[in-house]
């Protein structure tokens, strides 16, 4: 199964800032595809629902530092 998210992530300033929160992204099982863009502060994520969790996603966004709130 594929569930895809948007995500907004505030505090972000430079693109190592979002390099992090996607590599982040990229390493959690169940997560198919993670692209975090720093112009529009947002996250788009595809990922397994059976596996991984949208609660799950958006801890290791706050995990890095950053503040993760679900658009859709
Ligand atoms: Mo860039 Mo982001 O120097 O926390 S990595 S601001």
Not at 13 to 24: G, K, Q, V, Y
Not at 33 to 49: G, I
Request: proline share 1%.
């Amino acid at each position: 199964a594929t569930q895809v998210c948007r995500i907004h992530i505030n505090g972000m300033t430079c693109t190592s800032c979002s390099s992090t929160i996607e590599s982040a992204l990229q390493a959690i099982h169940g997560v198919q595809k993670a692209q975090v863009a720093l112009a529009t502060e947002e996250a788009e994520v595809q990922y397994d629902p059976k596996i991984v969790s949208y609660t799950q996603i958006s801890e290791a966004i706050e995990d890095t530092g950053f503040e993760a709130i679900l658009i859709s």
